[in-house]
């Protein structure tokens, strides 16, 4: 029940709510309205696409509480979009833009109660689609199911509200191939992150940085987080590739860096040395927000970067963009949307 949550100690864990959706399409590529239902276990066949061959991708976003109370999302129609890349990639029925908006709002309305109060934490929704049906030959699932859950969460990596993370540069393991799936958030891209993650928490470490797994030279991501790193007052990025997850955090962070703080923006092949030369590094997500880097250790060398301390452009940043989210200053980009004064679409937006 909403009224038990502990607020002050949500972490990342998760906390069920009242309600879920399931809807399912087979193969005639028609996805049905679909139901709410109580939160609870789902029926699948063991030899369902999803669990023998990995056909599924994800997506997470958050609803926050505003100083007055209102609820609402950031930006949903971009996870949206990037459902449906992720959907073609793997063979899969992409869900209509409206159908994913009029959900994502519809499963935040319902479970309301479990939006935590200002500055506790959020609402994670977590739109989920698999290939349900069951095949046992390699090939693509005859039925597919979207399902959407959600649960509060407070910060990603436990502690306070903006503490900075040691990382290790993963030296023995890649993340991902060129013209493999990096850049969709399929679910076999995360069990493949377990070992090395595990291994740098064996160590000390909260995170993982991922290099191109053909020079082991540039920065792909900060572990299921985009990189960021400031020198001489210029914000700099990985440029994306098939590689890099497009995070919808990344490219808001891009833009309030150029629009509101003036700042030059450089997205480029991001070498591993210039990172370790930067003045700040933080990775971004709608999980992790921002978080600041404390330190990077590569080859056995830790640099640390404002004596582990916060950053001021990352402070400005995250200020900025939580706030945003937050409702607590202005959305000059009309990023937010608010769940009660949704209407619900029906007309079909322009597809990706
Ligand atoms: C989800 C994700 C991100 C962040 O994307 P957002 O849209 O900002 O949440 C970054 N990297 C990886 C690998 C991810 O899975």
């Known amino acids: 029940m909403a009224k ?5 100690n949500l972490t990342f864990r998760l906390t069920p709510t009242q309600t879920m959706y399931v809807a399912k399409t087979n193969l005639s590529h028609e996805w049905e309205e679909g139901q709410y239902i109580p939160y609870g ?10 669990l023998n061959y990995g056909q599924g991708v994800y997506e997470g976003l958050k609803a926050h509480r505003t100083p007055d109370g209102r609820i609402i999302l950031f930006r949903p129609e971009k996870n949206a979009e990037r459902f449906q890349q992720g959907a073609k990639r793997l063979c899969m029925p992409p869900i209509s833009i409206k159908q994913f908006i009029n959900t994502v709002v519809q499963i935040v309305q319902e479970n309301r109660e479990y939006v935590p109060p200002l500055g506790m ?13 069951a095949v046992l030959g390699m090939a693509a699932a005859p039925e597919y199911s979207f399902v959407v859950y959600a649960s509060p969460v407070g910060n990603y990596f436990g502690g306070g509200k903006i503490v900075p993370v040691k990382f290790l540069v993963s030296e023995a393991y890649n993340r991902s191939v060129r013209k493999g799936t990096g850049n969709i958030k399929c679910i076999g891209n995360y069990a493949a992150t377990l070992l090395p ?3 740098a928490k064996g160590e000390g470490y909260m995170g993982t940085i991922f290099l191109d797994a053909i020079e082991e030279t540039y920065i792909e991501e900060a572990g299921v987080a985009n990189f960021f790193c400031i020198k ?7 440029k994306l590739n098939e590689c890099i997850l497009s995070g919808v955090t990344r490219e808001s962070i891009i833009h309030l860096a150029r629009e509101v703080l003036g700042l030059e923006v450089l997205e480029i092949p991001l070498s591993i040395k210039t990172a370790l030369d930067a003045d700040e590094c933080f990775c971004s997500g709608t999980a992790t927000v921002v978080t600041p880097i404390g330190s990077i250790t590569y080859q056995g060398q830790e640099k640390v970067y404002n004596e582990a ?19 607590v200053i202005e959305d000059p980009f009309k990023w937010t949307m608010d769940i009660d004064q949704f209407q619900e679409i029906t007309a079909d937006l322009v597809e990706a």
């Open 4 to 8: 038990d949550i502990d607020w002050k």
């Open 41 to 50: 276990p789902i029926s699948l066949s063991p030899a369902a696409g999803v």
């Open 121 to 133: 934490g959020s609402l994670y929704v977590r739109p989920c689609l698999w290939g349900s049906g």
């Open 197 to 199: 993650t595990s291994l």
């Open 232 to 238: 001489n007052n210029k914000l700099l990025t990985p």
């Open 309 to 327: 301390s916060v950053g001021p452009w990352t402070q400005k940043l995250y200020e900025l963009l939580l706030g945003i989210q937050q409702g």
